[in-house]
């Protein structure tokens, strides 16, 4: 195999005494999943984004490619749904390697939380907890992050920082080797669509890219518009891997892996068809929880209806023919069913600056049945965000900060923000609760980062020196690259609310992220979080 698994049994001891150091380390171990693949370190001996990479950044590799699965169109479905009981949503979550079921067949090298492919969606309500038992029988470290939630990045929340170890011997999960995971929802808490992943830094890209990723549902986006309480609801998790002829996922690291080989999936299905009927209104959840792909979607020049973005309820709705999904990013549109036939959502060509994606068929859509009475679209969907927009449109600004991303050598960790590689040792920048700043986000690189933060979402002012229009808060936006020797910029404002804590910020490409391109912050004093194993 090309590489080894991060931690032999006997090394935990001595894991312990250096964990601090764990961040910096991980991303030298990932590991392999097929041993017909030939390695990175072997053949990527002159690419500009080096040897340790993904398969985004492989060189082209020697002799002829893997087969690849012929997949035919299936059935559409969701994922299995997990909901709160009495205010507590009580899950045990086991990632582990092994094999799931993917467009109706089953494929090795899969990682999971339960078996499936994507993970369960979550439902719970604003004021709700959530008790998780993780056990890790993965032989890596790892963690959980909760997507776009505004909860305690402290302690045994939605904590990045904290390392949890392996549980596994050879034969079994020893006792009282799981851990606890407790996050408690404000009762204010934004409703809308959010994601699960592990976000253990050097290691994220091995783990999202086979599975380790999952859908959440807080509250009901829907709950401001109550004719439309009933309509139809779909919930989408969009992912991208490359599957084998031989029943073996393409590993994230093999010089195979490339948009020509990657197929795309909606809630592990490959084009699965949706019905709908002339003139009805449905409610689609969409969000995209690859590793890296992007996604420009359209519905054959019909316009999507924007009620929701990363999970917070607009202001006001705001509709668009095409919609650019980075990843990690999230949508609730409201769609109307067109005239009696068959149509295609697609992702239209896009060009991300290192990727060049083509267009290609995502999902059929079915037009049939007798018609509806079509029911209205509403103009203002949370009157609470709107005005919410507006204070912080009108907060003073306490200070203005500057981040640039750039890629520079020696490769593979060549992602920097603020000429910095990430340090988790090391604050890179410290906030006060209460305050609202501006980040000026610049990109010199010649590729797009789709931008995030942790715990507090932001309004996005101007892309590239221009005022954009101001729908709702995010938590990812895209820094356009450099075009013509002039950096493409986005202006961001927000106000650190609430939670105190430390956090982090980074490139939503997960290579980007594991080497290096992130950043921590601080959100008022430093709180200590638990370490190894807790």
Known sequence: MRRHSLFAPFALVLLVAVVALVGIAASKALPSSSKAEPSRSQSASGHVHGSLSSGRYAVAAKGKPPPLAKLTPTPYSEPKVISSRNGVLRVTFAPHDGSAIINGSRFKHTRTFTGTFPGPTLHVKPGDTIEMKFINKLSQITNLHFHGFRVSPAALADNVLRTIAPAVTSKSVRPRKSVKIIVHIPRDHEQGLYW????????????????????????????EIPWLRHIKRRVMALQAVGLRADGNLINVNSPWLSTKTERNFVNG?????????PGELQLWQIGNISNDHWYKLSFGGRKFNVIGEDGNPVGRTWASKRLLVPPAKRYSILVRGPSAGTYYIRSLAFDQGFEKYGEYKL?????????VRPQKVPDIVSPRQAALIRDVQNDPVNRYRQLTFRIKPPFPNAFYINNKLYNPRRVDERVNLGQTEEWLLRNVSTEDHPFHIHTNDFIVEKINGHDVAIHNFQDVVS??????GKPGTVLIKQRYRTFEGEAVFHCHILFHEDHSMMGNILFGPRINNPSFGQ
């Open 196 to 223: 699960y992943h592990p976000h253990l830094h050097g290691l994220v890209d091995g783990q999202v890219y086979p599975g380790l990723a999952g859908l959440i549902e807080v509250g009901d986006v829907l709950r």
């Open 479 to 484: 820094i356009p690259h450099i075009r013509h």
């Open 363 to 371: 999902m059929k859509v079915v037009s049939r049945g007798g018609p």
């Open 269 to 277: 299905h490959y084009q699965p068809t949706l019905t709908i009927r």
